[in-house]
């Protein structure tokens, strides 16, 4: 146990502040702090004894010397029941600190507000880290607290134990203060690096069911640095718990449907889509999604882009599916899917997807990791480049645009056809565009899907005319790519032998 006698604080965040303040005075603890953390303490009339008065140092450099000093250092750093340690406390005048209550300067909130250099660097906290670092290292001796939700426990343990805390307990808040000055550190570095670097380190959030195979431990994690958002937010209403694949796959089906403003429906299965429908209600909108592969969509995942209600719910009562995502959830949608105690139940927040920003992605490789900027937005659809000399119809653009769309999440090499409303047949994950494009043509007949009168959707240029000579045989009329192949020519002109509307993006996206 750990005998709390005296405490320094200093904090940027007074969120909780004076409660602490009172309850440690309550106790008697013996309270220093820094100038505006003193002057928060005052107004609640907590005794308290300010740092330069502690340390016999007046604050210096405009404020960058406060902290910094042998007698809070050493307080924090002495061992207790340590001979050397005593021994040099008694030469130096130096008093045990039992606790160390600090959060840092508001860096990133300085970044994000667009101030000046000199302010960004002014918002680089030294004294706060320091001590920090001193208290989590001797976390045998030392309580260190850094977020304000720590207060509750900290003052329970403290009242439940008589004025004391467990040593468990410090040494988690130790463990968290070290990843909060990574995190911390992290986000200067990459402000330095001109935001090349991301830093932080990674929180469990919790742990799942298993990771890709059952014998496979998995965890969800967040970076220390961000708050709660996405599926890290997400609640989850029923079912069982959740595995690293039903969170992949829900992953995959949101980054789609953020794409779609109209009631829309996914299904995903292996990161792939397998049906998408955009309908007047999302009951349309998931029968249409069905249509593409109802037998693929077994065991898949559903996303929903507005509430569920009771009929929706009831499109898919008989389904056996292992996540349904939506906004929220209706009682009579809820009591439709009451029975089905293993289906997962998660509802997100679709103001922050659809507000979501371009950011980076990390994938690990061995012996390190891989980034790029996230592949978000389809500015290219207000820029089509007509190449053929026939002109896609109105009612071809849109078949068009929704097949590119999808085929923007679909697994590369891929094919996707679509008329205006859902998806028609969906080819994944090839290593040749043209057996991508067969399998979406047997897709849509094993489904019993016409696919006359189609668009069809490449996600890369077509090598050879081969692909799209398949597209044509089946009824497609129009074609969208993003052009780049040396046989460009080649294949404009095999879609005008065969009358197609071809368009070219310009861009390109694999997914890997």
Known sequence: MIDIRRAILSVSNKCGLSELGRALTARGVQLIASGG?????????????????????????????????????????????????????????????DLVV???????ETLAAGKSPAEIIEAIDVGGPSMVRAAAKNHRDVVVLTDPAQYEEFLALLEENNGRVPREFARRCAADAFARMVAYDGAIAGWLNDGAVEGGLLRRVRELRYGENPHQRGWLLADWSASDAGLVAADQLGGKQLSYNNLLDS??????????????????????????????????????????DR???????????????????????????????????????????AKKK?????????????????????RPVWGGYLAQDADFGLPELAELKVVTKRAPSETELRALELAWIVCKHVRSNAIVFS??????????????????????????????????????????FFPFRDGLDIAAQVGATAVIQPGGSVRDTEVIAAADEQNLAMVFTGRRHFRH
């Open 251 to 292: 992953e995959g089906a949101l980054r789609l449907l953020r794409e779609f403003e109209k009631p829309a429906a996914v299904i995903v299965k292996h990161v792939t889509p397998c049906g998408v429908g955009v309908g007047s209600d999302v009951a349309d909108a998931l029968n249409l999604a069905l249509e593409t």
């Open 37 to 97: 953390t003193a002057a928060e303490l005052q107004k609640t009339q907590c005794p308290v004894t300010p740092v330069e008065e502690w340390t016999g140092h007046p604050e210096a450099l405009g404020g960058r010397i406060k902290t910094v000093h042998p007698r809070i250092h050493g307080g924090i750093l002495a061992r207790r029941g340590h001979a050397g340690d005593e021994a040099d406390a008694a030469r130096l005048g130096l008093q045990p600190i």
């Open 102 to 108: 600090i959060n840092f300067y508001p860096f990133r």
């Open 342 to 362: 293993g289906l997962r139940l998660l509802t997100f927040d679709w103001t922050s997807l659809r507000e979501r920003s371009a950011g980076r992605e990390l």
């Open 295 to 337: 037998v693929s969509a077994f065991g898949g995942i559903v996303a929903l882009n507005r509430a569920m209600d009771g009929t929706a719910a009831r499109v898919l009562a008989d389904m056996f599916l292992e996540v349904i995502l939506a906004p929220e959830f209706s009682d009579e949608a809820r009591a439709v899917f």
């Open 419 to 460: 008329d205006a409303r859902h998806t028609l047949g969906i080819g994944a994950g090839q290593m040749s565009r043209v057996d991508s494009a067969r399998i979406a043509v047997d897709k849509a007949v094993a489904a019993d899907v016409s696919l006359r009168g189609s668009a069809c959707a490449s996600d890369a």
